[in-house]
């Protein structure tokens, strides 16, 4: 029974891996095993040769200082930190909110069998998770300083351990976010702010991780002292991969006796945990007067809520509405100095800069295309369209107005901070600004059309229009080509012209396809809507 | 109020509507039955101008759905069997959505939500996001969404199905009140005992042909409309 269940768990963690969610049915044999080599190569080959290369950096010189201890002490955090944050959305939806409660609790299957059923499927994902470190570290360490008997065992027994330390932060933790996302009630912008942060912090860590690790290596000794004088039970925790079976003991019995208590709770709580409604609080309706909205009003208004609804649409198709004001700003700081930098490297293209500015301003614009998958977004949803007294054509200006509306402020914004830093006439500043919203709105109205010659209607799943869509996909390699070319012909033969008769030709190249494709939407892409 | 011509419709070789003219009249109630596949959902898609056909010709008020279908459109209301509504919006939202593409002024549509609200006991769920709702629910948000522009013809697919047994009460009493006001409803159904007392005239359609129409009476006689469908799938 436990065999079948957890079949079954991991069959929905996978499941991507199985079905097609654009072509709605399962994937051929083929397609699965591609799906995983590929998953093990991210898994084995991406991170854990990322951790390999960490391991090594670390180990010959902490090991030689006789500070193996804190080498484990930070590889094994580390190990905690991957499986525990790797695996917390798994243990919420899996644990916490698992969707087939009911149907499981309906059946002759003991609660307990499906309790540990769901634990063991968190236990395996984050063993999973943390394997990729610590297995890479042990291997290093055991090659670099010898493999003794104790040093193996002790080693095991870590990641044993450490297996069970990820199970109790998962749980813990995966019931702290299904706590805080019953409260909220803007889930989709706190889910928005919470990816966008993790991933500043990714990068921010990323980059600072080899100044880290140098000055670990350069400073081992004294930090070495002050966790041993203020964290002892850290620094024993790191002496267990260098075999020390004092630490082993103590940190194996802390951890049995933590686990034998969550154990204890969830076998208590288990029942009213998966028979929760997991609804969020009620909101009371409470009449208030209303504004009325023209019928276009009303449609952008739509776009606007379906786009601010969904954290998946807003971080795949709107990233650039939080990165183009940044730009904008780091031009404010860094323009004057990347400005001089630029004009010293490409002095043999006289008026580059304000080019290469709009051009990168035209870069991020491109990674805006929420007007691509707005189409298929309809999804069943398309029979009010088409059943209201709406003109098509408005309903398709509707999702380009989002798409310039979300792009072109940012764009202004950005572009006045271009205009201000760069040393260059009124007329070209003018067009650092013009250009971009040209290339903006060309932008919108490029998007739109593929995305109405490309409809994926018949998705289960939002992300497969958003992300898997044909449409997306050209609009994303095809935009940054046209991006690039801006800068790109500049550099090769638009110097010629000088930098205010490029990007006026530029200009008047976007508005007229823009305003090409905004007839072809009106008429034929207006009458591919109506007839979808 | 309702007339469709000849109307055909393919779907690769599978003729699904075949030469079909039906007239719904200016205060009538008209059943649509057939088996599953017989070509009523198809039929009703085509007359809201959500489907587009392959031959004849359907005018609301006079006015052709082809030609001019924006203000075909303002005159009807259409309810599909399954309410797949905006999921990201909340019922009032939906409500003062469809208020706003039909241009109803604020204090009646508030008046008209409040109303019909109240009487399906949706009142308190309004502010709740669509994707909270039940199927139940939804269907009374689907009718609110449909009755709330006063449209002249309301065109239903399957109407009863997930609606409990008071509300189902309420949708077939506010069928016969808009009727009796001078509009119009064209609504497919499998409940043969709810066509037989609520319709004035019925259509039966089988593999795309209308084998019978006519007014209750005409359609079943002294049988009932059970044992004459059972009958016409007989044969």
Known sequence: ?532 | MLKIEHLTKTYGEKKAVDDLSLHIQKGEIFGFIGHNGAGKSTTLKSAVGILKFDAGTITINGHSLLSDPVTCKQELAYIPDNPDLYDFMSGIKYLNFISDIFAIPSAERQERIRRYADMFELTADLAQPISAYSHGMKQKLAVIAAWIHSPKVIIMDEPFVGLDPKASHLLKGMMREHCDAGGAIFFSTHVLEVAEKLCDKVAIIKQGKLVKVGTMEEVKGDDSLEEVFLELEAE
């Open chain 1, 1 to 532: 029974m436990l065999k079948v269940l957890l079949k079954k768990q991991l069959a929905d963690v996978f499941k991507s891996y199985f079905y097609d969610a654009k072509k709605n049915r399962m994937r051929s044999k083929g397609a699965i095993a591609g799906w995983f080599i590929f998953f093990f190569v991210i898994m084995v080959g991406m991170m854990g040769g990322m951790f390999t290369g960490v391991s090594i950096l670390l180990c010959g010189p902490l090991t030689e200082a006789g500070m193996g201890w804190m080498y484990f002490m930070i590889l094994g955090g580390l190990s905690i930190f991957m499986g525990a944050f790797g695996s917390v959305f798994n243990t919420y939806s899996g644990l916490y909110l698992a969707k087939d409660n009911d149907l499981l609790l309906s059946l002759p299957i003991p609660v307990r069998t499906i309790m540990t059923a769901r634990l063991l499927n968190v236990y395996l994902l984050g063993t999973m998770y943390l394997a990729t470190v610590l297995i890479p570290a042990l291997i290093v360490y055991w090659a670099v300083a010898g493999l003794t008997a104790s040093r193996l065992i002790c080693g095991i027994l870590l990641f044993v351990s450490v297996s069970f330390v990820v199970l109790l932060l998962s749980c813990v933790l995966g019931w702290v976010v299904a706590r805080i996302s019953l409260k909220l009630r803007n889930k989709s912008f706190v889910t928005v702010a919470a990816s966008l942060v993790f991933v500043g912090a990714y990068y921010f860590f990323y980059f600072k991780a080899a100044d880290v690790v140098r000055d670990i290596i350069a400073n081992a000794v004294v930090y070495g002292e002050k966790i041993k004088g203020a964290a002892y039970g850290v620094y024993m925790f790191g002496r267990i991969g260098e075999g020390d079976w004092l630490a082993t003991l103590i940190f194996v019995a802390v951890t049995g006796i933590l686990f034998a208590l969550v154990w204890y709770l969830m076998t208590r709580s288990f029942l009213n945990i998966a028979t929760a409604s997991g609804a969020i609080k009620k909101t009371r309706y409470v009449e208030k007067p209303v504004r009325e909205k023209s019928i276009f009003g009303a449609l952008l208004s739509k776009e606007i809520g379906r786009f601010t609804a969904s954290p998946n649409y807003m971080l795949n198709c709107g990233l650039s509405t939080i990165l183009i004001p940044g730009a904008g700003i780091l031009l404010l700081i860094k323009g004057r100095e990347i400005c001089e930098m630029l004009e010293s490297v490409l002095a043999s293209r006289p008026g580059a800069v304000p080019v290469l500015i709009a051009t990168i301003l035209c870069m991020l614009t491109s990674m805006n295309d929420m007007a691509a998958p707005s189409v298929s977004l309809e999804g069943k949803n398309l029979w009010i369209l088409q059943s209201l007294p709406v003109i098509p054509k408005m309903a398709l200006r509707a999702k380009a107005s989002l798409q310039m509306l979300l792009t072109g402020i940012p764009v202004i914004f950005a572009a006045i901070c271009a205009a201000v830093i760069l040393p260059v006439s009124p007329a070209l500043r003018a067009l650092v600004i013009v250009t971009p919203l040209a290339y903006t709105v060309f932008m919108a109205m490029y998007d739109l059309t593929i995305g109405v010659k490309m409809p994926l209607l018949t998705w289960t799943n939002e992300i497969a229009p958003i992300k898997q869509s044909g449409a997306v996909g050209i609009v994303i390699f095809t935009s940054w080509g046209f991006s690039i070319l801006l800068g790109g012909i500049y550099m090769l033969i638009g110097y010629k012209i000088g930098p205010a008769a490029y990007l006026v030709t530029w200009t008047v190249i976007y508005a007229a396809v823009a305003l090409f494709l905004l007839r072809w939407l009106d008429r034929k892409g207006s009458r591919i809507l109506a007839e979808l």
